[in-house]
Structure formats: structure tokens, C-alpha cells
């Protein structure tokens, strides 16, 4: 069902030598490359990108399209904040799937780096896939990509959708095509595994990785208000596999079940959308290195009596 792509990527000079009728709530849940331009043997046609292209353009053109984007401007906040958490002066910034600037509105020049929307080095390619990154066929190529026009040293910060986004919605969906049609279709598109995104970054190259989830809980009047706004989004589904339509009895029936299931004490109904964000860096000579294995001088049993005997002292005093 989602997409949404709020990456940053910063580089280092080398070394010398609330939305209207709805309510919005965070929560905070835990904490060798081939240039581009050929495409991965492995990958797979799981969206169709012309679809979605039109999904978005639909959305663009609406009379009022800022009105939904109170999401991407939560999580360009939050990436903002990381930028701030690195105590690193970088000289270049690349915004990629930038939007409206929902990053940049929340960086000023205390950062002490500019942002540029387009980098030449920058393939077409990419461009055209990072605009979001949970609706990339080829999502490890993608973060091999973008390792690829890091400079050495460079971050890459980064958010997407995770697996339990919108569980609510596709949860009553189903309950209610199965009751009502003998069965179900998928009706929100499939999403990355935490532990899949951290895998695929270490091997895309990055290093140093963090990799933490956000949930962001906005609640609306009813599930077609919650439709209606993922529409304005275009964030419709887009998997080749997705059912055209759905019947009218069966969405009546998803939306009393939603109601049932899910609604808050003032009758709103809420839709949870989890965020992943996702920090790597490009390796460089000057960057911390682990110890050697085998090279302590202390083990940790020396380490617990340590610890015991300042425990001791401390109850002493």
C-alpha cells in the first residue's frame, strides 16, 4: 500500500592531505560495487512502476495536495534530527525523493552544509527508483546504488516503510473479503523485514549501520477517510498481484469490522504507520577501526570482578 522515500546522504571534504480532522501521534518503538546503470539478475517485478507513476502524478495534481502530507512531513523531521545527532561538518547533501523539501525545512545553515536536489554523478536510474524506496523492484541493488555515489566517509540516513504499516486495514480487509467471498486478496502491498533491511545494507557496503522503528498512530473519522487520504497520497497499491476491485457489500462490511476491531473511545478509527530509519557509512581510512581479535589485555572475567569490588566499595560508603 505505502511509499515513501525521505533519504539523505551527506558527504565530508576529504581529509587535508497535527492534520485537520485527524490527529497524528508518535510513538517511539526501538532503537564491491558495480557502477549503476545495469540492472540486478536477481530482481523482481513485484510493482508496476507505470501504475505508480500515475498514482503520483494523479495525487500532484490535485487542488490541495499538501493537505496529505502531514506523514512525509513527520518523517522529514525526524531525519532532520539525525542529521543534527552527527556531530560531523559535511560539505555536500544529497536529498533524494525530496518532494516538497520535507528534510531541508527543517535543516538551517547552523548545519554548516548545503543541500543540492540533483548531483550529476547521481544515475537516472536511481533517481527514478529512490523516489520511494518500499515501492523499488530492486531494493538491494537500490542501496548498492546509492553506497556506490557516496564519497568515502559519506552517511547515508534514510526512512521507509515497515511491515506493520497499516496492519489495521489489511487485517479488516481480509476478515471481511473472507467472510463475504469465500476468500482474500492482498490489498496492501509487501514490505520489508526489519532484519531484511539491515542485511541488505551491510551488503550493499555500508558500515557502522543503525537501524531503528518509529510508529506513527494518525486517526481518522473511518476507514474511507484513511482510503481516501492514501489516494491523495498516491500510495495506492501498485503489486501486479492486487485485486482490481473490491465489492461494495465487502467494503462496507471492512469498515464496520475496522470500527469494531479498532475504534477509539471518541469513535475515530486509527491507522499505524511504522517507520523504519536506517543510518550507514561509506568505510574510509579514518574512521575507527575494531581491535584486532585476540589483542585484549583484560578478559571479562577480570572485567565482573572489577565491577564486583566497586559495587562492594560503593555499599560500604
Known sequence: ?????????????????????????????????????????????????????????????????????????????????????????????????????????????????????????????????????????????????????????????????????LYELRCSLQLAETEREGGFSPHVSPFTALNDLGHLLGKAGFNTLTVDTDEIQVNYPGMFELMEDLQGMGESNCAWNRKALLHRDTMLAAAAVYREMYRNEDGSVPATYQIYYMIGWKYHDSQAKPAERGSATVSFGELGKINNLVSQEKKSQ
Open 1 to 165: 500500500m505505502l511509499g515513501l522515500g525521505g533519504l539523505l546522504l551527506l558527504w565530508r571534504r576529504p581529509p587535508a592531505a497535527g492534520v485537520p480532522a485527524k490527529s497524528l501521534r508518535l510513538r517511539k518503538v526501538a532503537s564491491g560495487v558495480s557502477p549503476p546503470g545495469s540492472t540486478s539478475p536477481r530482481a523482481l517485478n513485484i510493482f508496476d512502476r507505470d501504475l505508480k507513476r500515475k498514482q503520483k502524478n494523479w495525487a500532484a495534481r490535485q487542488p490541495e495536495p499538501m493537505k496529505f502530507d502531514y506523514l512525509k512531513e513527520e518523517v522529514g523531521s525526524q531525519i532532520a534530527d539525525r542529521v543534527y545527532d552527527i556531530a560531523r561538518n559535511f560539505s555536500l547533501a544529497l536529498d533524494v525523493g525530496c518532494g516538497r523539501g520535507y528534510i531541508a525545512q527543517h535543516l538551517n545553515k547552523l548545519t554548516l552544509f548545503h543541500c543540492r536536489r540533483l548531483l550529476e554523478s547521481f544515475s537516472k536510474w536511481t533517481l527514478q527508483k529512490m523516489l520511494c524506496l518500499h515501492w523499488v523492484n530492486d531494493l538491494p541493488r537500490a542501496l548498492e546504488q546509492i553506497h556506490y555515489v557516496l564519497k568515502p566517509d559519506g552517511v547515508f540516513i534514510g526512512a521507509m516503510f515497515g511491515g506493520d504499516t
